[in-house]
Every structure is written in structure tokens, then in C-alpha cells.
């Protein structure tokens, strides 16, 4: 943890029971632990990390890299699947499967010796760190056209991305039959995952784009902040709580998906640029007006604390935290829209410079839930209006959906779409 950005530092509470987890349990199970994502017992044991840890747990009735929090660094990867029949994009998911399971665990790759090409790029060294590697893959709608004959199986919400008012998406950064989200605590353990996925899935995909993230440490303690200087991931819904994921997260059996889709969850990802010339001449009174926290210490306005919750019940006509703020209408705490909650987990991103030298970095926001429309669309919908978003430009991102876990060694991601068990 030494030599990367950390999202939460020792102040916050959060941080002190992943510390405490993390400590107790040599780190890997994290949150997610109280759920099936737990460290099985066909965990392999991986060799030490820079971070030291022992991995998170790949196999489980769900993905990781969901529940856990999000680690220094994560990158999303949209790809385009060139498989020319059902039984290709099978080995590719077979492929990935067995790709992910050894990098997740770490260890030593097999050597061919010296008149053989490298099975390793080698950017890790010998052996390979755990480092809290976390790939989650997931589904695009365009894999549910006519090419696999799957058109009958795809999620009854899954559909592309749609345009929001509030869009500026550039088409080369959108969609995708695939997304893989790639988190670990390091960059090199990131660009390292993703060479290997890309060289051992050659010329069956096509990337289309990439979405590299990273944490800011905790400053100074409790959420780490964006790139508007504000904390930000302090409110979400409790990962620890598995009833809580099953309502808002998860999809079940029997709620009206295919059923093949159970153990899976709707990812939303959106490239939001923040306009940052406007932004910094924003008086700080009105910056915090506009995303409804101070800016020192991010407690909602009026309240003491951080983590305090804040009181619209006694606050009607938004005197206090105003009626378009940013977290007011993200989450207006009503009974109505306490479904509509969706599990954030985003990442920072810097681009660097534009062609007008203008900087092009802000938020890769990702968020996971039970159902786009109930979930992300509606909150998306409110925020439409919000006077935030004159700062914000969403150029990219898409809809996909999480396949079910990987449940033990014998089994792959995918099976229970393509093989139907
Ligand atoms: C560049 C874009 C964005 C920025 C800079 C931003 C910033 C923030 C900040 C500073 C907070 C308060 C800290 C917290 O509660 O975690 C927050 C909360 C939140 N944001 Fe965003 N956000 C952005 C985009 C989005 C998008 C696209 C959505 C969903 C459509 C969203 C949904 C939420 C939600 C649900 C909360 C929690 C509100 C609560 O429960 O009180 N945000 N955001």
C-alpha cells in the first residue's frame, strides 16, 4: 500500500474496517468477504504482492471486483468480439476464464525456455503479485445480435447506452460487445493483466476503447477526493450486507431476466469529463452549493461529519443542502427513491491535454445494479437539470451486464449462457 494511492485513509470508518479486515485476514477478502465472494477454500495461496496480500477470491456465485472497494488503479476495456461462430466465442470465454483465475491468484507462469517465446511479458518480474487483482467481464447488447444466435437470451434491460441530455459521446469511446473492468492496487499489475488478455484472446476480439482510473489517497483522511476536490464514494449502499446487494445489485431468479442471468448485475460506466476553466472560478460557497458538501471536509452542508446523514425531512425547501444539488437529487432520500440506489465505484481518469490544451481528465463513474431504468436511469434522470453539470462533459462509457461468477475450477464464465447449465 506503501507506493499506491488509496482511496480511504485511517480517519474514515470504511477504511478502518477494510484496515481491520485487511490486517485480520491478510487482506484480499476486504469487504465483499461477508458475501459469497469470501476466500474459498480452493484459494490458492499467491505469492506477495508489493502490497502483500493474498488476492481476492475468484471463484463465487458472483464476479469479483463489485462488492470489494475499489483499489488504486482500475482501467475499463471495451472490446469488440471477431469469433466467427458460437463455438469461438466460447474458447474466448474459456480463454479469458483460465487467463483471469491465474492472474487473480498470482504465482509463477510456466517457463518454455529460451528458444520459445516468453508465455509472460515479464513487466512483474518473476512472479506474479495477487495485489488485489480484481477482472470482471461483462456483456454488451450488440453481443445479442444475429452473429452467436443469441438474441433470445439477452438481459430484458441490456440495451446500448443511450444519448442523455446532458451527453457529448464521441462514438469511437462507446459500446461494446465486452467490457472488462481490470482493478488492482497497482498500475503495473493493471497493464500487465490487460497485455495478457489481449495476447491470449488474439484475433478473436478487437479493442474498441480504454478508460484508464486511478484513486487519489485519502486527504487528509476518510473518502479520497475527485478531480472537483470533493470526497467523493462516501455514500452507497452496504456492500456487507448481503440483503441490501441481493435488492439493489444482483439479479435474482425470478425477477423477470433470463435465467441464465442470475448471480449477474448491470454495470453503467460513463467517461464524464469536468470542465475544469469554469470550474476553478466557481466561488467555493456556490462549488459547495452546487454539490450539496463542503468542500474541507465533505459533511453534507449543515451537518458536522462526513459520514453524518443529511436531514431534508427538516431542510423541505432546500435552504440548508439545495433542492438541485448534486447528492440532493442524485439521492433525494425519499421512500420512493430508496430503490433507485445504485452502487457506485468509480475511478479518476487523466487523459492529459486536449487538442486546445485544454485538460482532459474527470470521473470514470461506474456503477453496478439490479436494474438500469429503476436504478441508473432514474437517478441519471434527475440529474439532467443539475446546475453541476454545466462542468461536466459525458463523452463515452456503455451499458453491460456482469455474467454469473466463476463457481469452482471446472467451471467458466459464460457457461450458463452459452451452455445453458
Ligand atoms: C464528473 C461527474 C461527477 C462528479 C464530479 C460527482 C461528484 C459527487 C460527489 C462529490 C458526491 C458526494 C460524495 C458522496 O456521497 O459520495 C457524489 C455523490 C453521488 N453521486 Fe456523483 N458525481 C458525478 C457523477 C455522477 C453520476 C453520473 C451519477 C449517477 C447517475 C452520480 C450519482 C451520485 C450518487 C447516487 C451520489 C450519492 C448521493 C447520496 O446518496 O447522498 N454522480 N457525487
Redo the contacts with the bound molecule.
Keep these: 500500500m506503501i507506493d499506491s494511492p488509496h482511496p480511504t485513509g485511517p480517519g474514515h470508518p470504511r477504511a478502518t474496517r477494510r484496515g481491520l479486515l485487511r490486517t485480520a485476514l491478510g487482506a484480499g477478502a476486504v469487504l465483499g468477504a461477508a458475501g459469497p465472494l469470501a476466500l474459498g477454500p480452493d484459494r490458492p495461496a499467491a505469492a506477495a504482492g508489493r502490497t502483500g496480500t493474498r488476492g481476492i477470491a475468484f471463484h463465487g456465485v458472483h464476479q469479483a471486483g463489485i462488492t470489494n472497494p475499489p483499489p488504486g488503479y482500475g482501467t475499463f476495456l471495451a472490446l469488440d468480439v471477431k469469433a466467427r461462430d458460437r463455438a469461438a466465442l466460447q474458447s474466448l470465454l474459456h480463454t479469458l476464464t483460465d487467463r483471469i483465475r491465474f492472474l487473480t491468484a498470482g504465482g509463477t507462469p510456466p517457463d518454455p525456455g529460451p528458444d520459445a517465446a516468453p508465455t509472460d511479458s515479464g513487466t512483474l518480474g518473476p512472479v506474479l503479485p495477487a495485489d488485489d487483482l480484481t477482472v470482471t467481464v461483462a456483456v454488451g447488447a450488440s453481443l445479442f445480435d444475429r452473429r452467436y444466435g443469441l438474441a433470445a437470451l439477452r438481459p430484458h434491460r441490456l440495451t446500448a447506452m443511450p444519448a442523455f441530455p446532458v451527453d457529448a459521446l464521441r462514438p469511437a469511446e462507446c459500446h461494446g460487445d465486452l467490457s472488462l473492468q481490470v482493478c488492482a492496487e497497482n498500475r503495473d499489475t493493471v497493464q500487465h493483466t490487460i497485455r495478457d488478455l489481449l495476447r491470449s484472446s488474439k484475433g478473436l476480439i478487437r479493442p474498441r476503447w480504454q478508460l484508464d482510473g486511478f484513486q487519489n489517497r485519502s486527504r487528509p483522511t476518510g473518502?479520497a477526493r475527485?478531480l472537483?476536490g470533493?470526497?467523493?464514494?462516501?455514500?452507497n449502499p452496504d456492500t456487507g450486507s448481503a440483503r441490501e446487494m441481493d435488492a439493489l445489485v444482483w439479479v435474482g431468479e425470478g425477477g423477470g431476466e433470463p435465467r441464465w442471468a442470475a448471480g449477474g448485475s448491470y454495470q453503467v460506466i460513463?467517461a464524464?469529463r469536468?470542465l475544469l476553466a469554469g470550474w476553478d472560478e466557481v466561488p467555493l460557497r456556490q462549488q459547495e452549493r452546487l454539490?450539496g458538501?463542503r468542500k474541507s471536509d465533505?459533511a453534507p452542508l449543515g451537518a458536522a461529519n462526513e459520514t453524518d446523514t443529511?436531514d431534508y425531512s427538516h431542510d423541505p425547501d432546500g435552504a440548508v443542502v439545495p433542492l438541485d444539488s448534486?447528492?440532493r437529487l442524485?439521492?433525494p432520500r425519499t421512500d420512493a427513491a430508496r430503490d433507485s440506489?445504485?452502487l457506485?465505484r468509480a475511478f479518476n481518469f487523466d487523459r492529459g491535454l486536449d487538442q486546445d490544451g485544454e485538460p482532459d481528465l474527470?470521473?470514470a463513474?461506474c456503477?453496478y445494479q439490479q436494474d438500469v431504468r429503476r436504478q441508473?436511469e432514474a437517478?441519471?434522470g434527475r440529474?439532467n437539470t443539475e446546475p453541476l453539470a454545466r462542468h461536466?462533459r459525458p463523452t463515452g462509457g456503455g451499458y453491460f451486464y456482469v455474467l454469473p461468477g466463476v463457481r469452482d475450477q471446472d467451471d467458466w464464465l459464460g457457461r450458463t449462457l452459452l451452455a445453458g447449465t
Aim: charge should be positive.
Design positions: 473518502a475527485n472537483l470533493f470526497k467523493d464514494g462516501i455514500e460513463r464524464v469536468t454539490i458538501r465533505g443529511p448534486h447528492i442524485a439521492n440506489r445504485v457506485r474527470g470521473l463513474f456503477c441508473f437517478v441519471q440529474l461536466l
